[in-house]
Structure formats: structure tokens, C-alpha cells
């Protein structure tokens, strides 16, 4: 199997607050992680891309400063919501790709995370 | 990446196969074409994926039109926990960006 688990699934907390959202892959080691975000009876929307031992990459009109990605294992990526505001209560969920997968394997996605700022 | 178009809704009856259409007209030759399913609240789940031929696995099959400009999922045998929204995406293997996808319903 391909397993990526999300830690916590749940969040809440007070605004001005920042938020660590943890993927990891526990049975494959992943060269490449991906970050999205999903509001409400919206599909997902690319945030990131995340390369073990190298910065992230961001979509145009994802602020780096706001979501800080760290990936610096091949197990392991985290997204903090940096000074997190009502407007940033979401579902943020990642996914991510084998190492040494021959080009096009799919993409695993984790169950993702609710975080909700009051 | 090229676009996707799917329906917004499909009904289909349990037991009774069903045919979900993505156009990607825009599709390019290193492309390929992947099938995932969301059920609410939880990540998306991988179905199947392909380039130009047909493929199928123990979750369904990948019908891709000879140009590929269109694609067709089919659930040989749907059952009620098929509900789900389900997406077509296009991609070389790297960045996805969804669509909005089919909201399928499967009714007893």
C-alpha cells in the first residue's frame, strides 16, 4: 500500500495564533509532497509543492511568509499557518509521491486536516 | 496542466454500471489522464490512471478515446458507498490541478 497519514485531523484554535500541520508517508519514503487547500463544497486547490532538502514551491497567490513548508525528510512535511486568522479555517490536505516511482505514479493523499480559527 | 470538464451531478442505480465523462480536449502528448474519488471529509482516493490505452483494476476502468481528448470511468457495478464527488485530472505526473468534478450519487 501506499499510506499517508495527517496529524492532527482536527484543530481549533484562537486567532493570531500558528497552527503545524504534519504528512507523512509511513510505508514509502516521498521525494516530493504536495499541500491543498479545500474550503467548503470547493475542490482542492493547489497550494505547494514540496521537495525534500529544498525550499517549496508555492502557487501564484499563496503567500510563502503565511504557509511555511518544511520537508526535511523523505517522510516527512509540515505546513504551519503562521499567525493564523478566521479567513485561513479550512481543510488543508497533502499527498504525496514514492521516491524512485517511474514518471506519471499517482499521487497518495492523506485524510486530511480541519483547522478552524476562532 | 489542460482543463477538465465533467458533469456537475450523476444519479446512478445500485448495482447498474456507472459511466462518469471527462473531456480534456487540451490534453497534451505527455499527459496523462487520473481518476480519484473524495468522499466527504476525507482525502482523495486514487482510482486508476492512464496515457492512451485502456486500463482497469479491481475499482473500475479507464476508457480514453483514440485522440484523447475525452476519457469515460466506468463503476461496473455501483454500490451506495461509491457516492462521491470524483475527479479527472490531467497531469505529467507532477502538479494536479482539480476541477470541480461529478458529485455522484448512487440510489438504492
Known amino acids: 500500500g501506499a499510506v499517508v497519514s495527517q496529524h492532527p485531523s482536527w484543530v481549533i484554535c484562537k486567532s493570531g495564533t500558528s497552527v503545524k500541520i504534519e504528512c507523512r508517508s509511513l510505508?514509502?519514503?516521498?521525494?516530493?509532497m504536495f499541500w491543498y487547500r479545500q474550503f467548503p463544497k470547493q475542490s482542492l486547490m493547489l497550494m505547494a509543492t514540496?521537495?525534500?532538502?529544498?525550499?517549496?514551491?508555492?502557487e501564484q497567490g499563496v503567500e510563502k511568509d503565511k504557509f511555511l513548508i518544511n520537508h526535511a525528510s523523505l517522510t516527512l512535511s509540515t505546513l504551519t499557518v503562521t499567525s493564523a486568522h478566521p479567513e485561513d479555517s479550512s481543510f488543508y490536505i497533502c499527498?504525496?509521491?514514492?521516491?524512485?516511482?517511474?514518471?506519471?505514479?499517482?499521487?497518495?493523499f492523506g485524510d486530511g486536516t480541519r483547522l478552524s480559527i476562532l | 496542466d489542460a482543463k477538465t470538464t465533467q458533469p456537475t451531478s450523476m444519479d446512478c442505480a445500485e448495482g447498474r454500471a456507472a459511466n462518469l465523462p471527462c473531456n480534456h480536449s487540451?490534453?497534451?502528448?505527455?499527459?496523462?489522464v487520473y481518476w480519484y474519488r473524495q468522499i466527504h471529509s476525507q482525502g482523495p482516493q486514487y482510482i486508476i490512471h492512464?496515457?492512451?490505452n485502456n486500463e482497469t483494476n479491481e475499482m473500475a476502468s479507464l476508457i480514453i478515446t483514440e485522440d484523447r481528448k475525452s476519457s469515460t470511468l466506468i463503476l461496473p457495478h455501483a454500490t451506495l458507498r461509491d457516492t462521491a464527488v470524483y475527479y479527472c485530472?490531467?497531469?505529467?505526473?507532477?502538479?494536479?490541478?482539480f476541477g470541480t468534478g461529478t458529485s455522484l450519487t448512487v440510489i438504492p
Open positions: 487540451t490534453i497534451s502528448g505527455n499527459e496523462y
Open positions: 485530472i490531467v497531469s505529467t505526473g507532477n502538479q494536479f490541478y
Open positions: 510505508d514509502f519514503q516521498a521525494t516530493t
Open positions: 499527498s504525496a509521491i514514492k521516491q524512485g516511482s517511474i514518471k506519471n505514479q499517482p499521487q497518495h
Open positions: 492512464g496515457l492512451k
Open positions: 514540496s521537495n525534500e532538502g529544498s525550499k517549496a514551491t508555492y
